[in-house]
């Protein structure tokens, strides 16, 4: 009995030591976006994972989807702190364009380094300049970011509409964008 009652108190310990960080399921609500667009975000961070999805819509319901950029990184951030610095090292950047007029303005503008884009397919837009205002970061670089966690939500500086690639561009304070719990 003593050995049962022990084994429950360190597992419950064990969760609510890793329960205190910012891991969950949060997304935005639908946002205005430049051009008459909309957009709605979300982040999964579990343990040193960080998977963001920006979603970009033609309407202000956030309904008739435009695009996606899929990013994943690894993070490492002070799980204790209630806002701190948070740093993500990219493994991966997809685009998924879903309209044909947006493909079609895309391929004619020579988006992405005159990638070829299909409708419906991911492809890589790791490094290229032209898939968004700024170059999409390399696998493996750097990137700052800055977090802040309230109950049920957490808001960051850059993400999801920056790359910010030095250290000393790291945003003091987090954007107006809350990410809440799902």
């Not at 890793?18 to 639908?30: E, L, R, V």
């Not at 309904?63 to 799980?79: F, G, R």
């Not at 790359?163 to 987090?174: G, M, N, Q, V």
Request: with cysteine.
């Amino acid at each position: 009995m003593k050995l049962t009652t022990t084994l429950i108190l360190i597992l419950v310990f064990h969760t609510v030591a890793f329960a205190t960080g910012i891991d969950g399921t949060y997304n935005s609500k639908c946002l205005p976006h430049a051009e008459n667009r909309f957009f709605k975000s979300e982040a999964i961070i579990k343990e040193q994972s960080f998977s963001g999805k920006f979603s970009l819509f033609e309407d202000h319901l956030c309904q008739k989807l435009l695009l996606i950029v899929d990013y994943k990184s690894e993070v490492n951030y002070p799980a204790a702190l209630e806002i701190g610095p948070i740093d993500h090292k990219v493994k991966s950047a997809l685009m998924l364009v879903f309209s044909p007029e947006v493909r079609n303005r895309l391929n004619s503008e020579g988006f992405c380094l005159g990638q070829e884009i299909v409708i419906g397919t991911p492809f890589n837009i790791e490094g290229k300049l032209g898939c968004g205002p700024l170059r999409v970061p390399q696998s493996g670089s750097i990137l700052f970011d800055m977090y802040e966690k309230k109950a049920g939500e957490v808001s960051f500086g850059a993400f999801p509409l920056m790359w910010i690639l030095e250290e000393e561009k790291r945003p003091a304070l987090t954007s107006r964008i809350a990410h809440l719990l799902k």
